[in-house]
């Protein structure tokens, strides 16, 4: 029964997704694709559990390694998306008024 | 903290994705939508720690401590042309971190059949994402060939490949064991799969594989997800897919080629284009500033050349200097302008360009005939009218930015040669259009200092 709930909850998401997505306009696709390279990073909650069950050693350097990889996705996705989308500026109206004169 | 509880504040962090990516569909609220994103991902993580299951903290701390330097390191100093390279790599560790989790659960509790496919599944779309990306950062950043590798019976050793992949997976599945040899064999097929998959693909078509490969390492999070009856990264991982599928058929539909068609032949050059004769009409400095200077409205229509020439910075304060004359100013971004989908918006977003003045092909076409002058830097392919009317042309059928149908077309370029396909461009021998050959940067720069004195 669990599985089908997750298919559930699998389904509804991809239709969300596209519904969401297909609202982003092209101009912050770049940004868009970063910042699902971090969301993707979500892996890290998994990892987290794995890296530390204190099982045999090689899970948890597995699960360890896990860990650094999907950090490296949240943390450099989210901070490069930032850095991108803070390029993004419009010209104040008041700025262009001035430069026309 | 009881599961229940950790799986109901999952809700919380889900919910803040979505509203952040809601928050992406206008350059004035995305910086708050990613941040909203990002506070869901810092509850998702913060909660998890308070698991029960959880009892050593040291592996915690060093993945983290060393993953958090490596990302923020790597997005402080990347430069904006670099952002294909580093889009390709973060999806290939988002595809090895789900390999490993996938792998580490088979360390945890028994697993039943439906566990175990999916824990197969994570360990294989992660396994394919990660050489593949891989690959695609080689190829983009051309540490190796950029063209694509064909060999004689490509598909044939591929197609062995998978279906080899497919029969140790069930043959894991029938009977799981950490040290099965089958979990070697699979983990290793995939990984080859991934560079197989991506071997035949040439260096214009990255776009489409940066994306797909996006779209897999969501997918591969969603495996994950149901290999350790997670929630967050089934939901996660699904709003990753659907985006990186849309932006698939985004850049496929803008080179008029089917994904299939992208995935596995190199760029065919099959059919030949008629070839176009005619005399190209040249420009000086002086000439192109006079009818600038008469100009009330213009575009400018980038190409990856115009960053390769590191020219946005001079495009942008010519761009001021129009719009100082009275003049309407756009920039017209054809969907595969760059190299990965939006690439040239961010590319001219640093230039300071302001983002209202980013037009889409779609929106730039219909007035195009009211252009007073079209000026084409490092762009060739995406103007090339042969798209539109020559049915010989390899690149026949793909959507175009009509720049011909302007009243005058400066067209920026070196000398005479052909885009990436190498196909005859008819714009260049058209009767409205100018050629002003040399460096597009000089160029440029040649034409605000007239513009100045």
Known sequence: ?101 | MSTELINSIYIIAAALFVFGLKQMSSPATAVRGNLLSAVGMFIAVVVTLFAREIVEFQWIVIGVVVGSLIGAVAAQKVAMTSMPEMVALFNGSGGASSLLVGWAALYGAEAGTFTLVTIILSILIGGVTLSGSILAWGKLSEVMTSKAVVFGAQRLVNAALLAALVVCSVLFVLDPSVTSPYLYVVIALSLLLGVMAVLPIGGADMPVVISLLNSYSGLAACAAGFAIHNNILIVAGALVGAAGIILTQIMCKAMNRSLANVLFSGFGAVKTATVVEGEVKPINVEDAYVILEAATNVTFVPGYGMAVAQAQHVVRELGELLEANGCEVTFAIHPVAGRMPGHMNVLLAEANVSYDQLVEMDDINPRMSNIDVAVVIGANDVVNPAAREDENSPIYGMPIINVDHARTVFVLKRSMSSGFSGVDNPLFFGENTRMLFGDAKQSIAALVAEFKT
């Open chain 1, 1 to 101: 029964m669990e599985a089908v709930l997750l298919g559930m909850v699998l389904m509804l998401s991809i239709f969300l997704g596209f519904e969401l997505i297909s609202k982003v306009p092209a101009t912050l696709h770049t940004p868009l694709m970063s910042g699902a390279n971090a969301i993707s990073g979500v892996t890290l909650v998994g990892a987290l559990t794995s890296a530390s069950m204190g099982q045999e050693l090689f899970a948890s350097i597995l699960g360890c390694l896990a860990v650094t990889m999907a950090t490296i996705n949240v943390v450099g996705g989210y901070l490069v998306t930032n850095r991108m989308l803070g390029m993004f500026k419009k010209k104040d109206t008041g700025a262009k008024a001035g430069a026309r004169q």
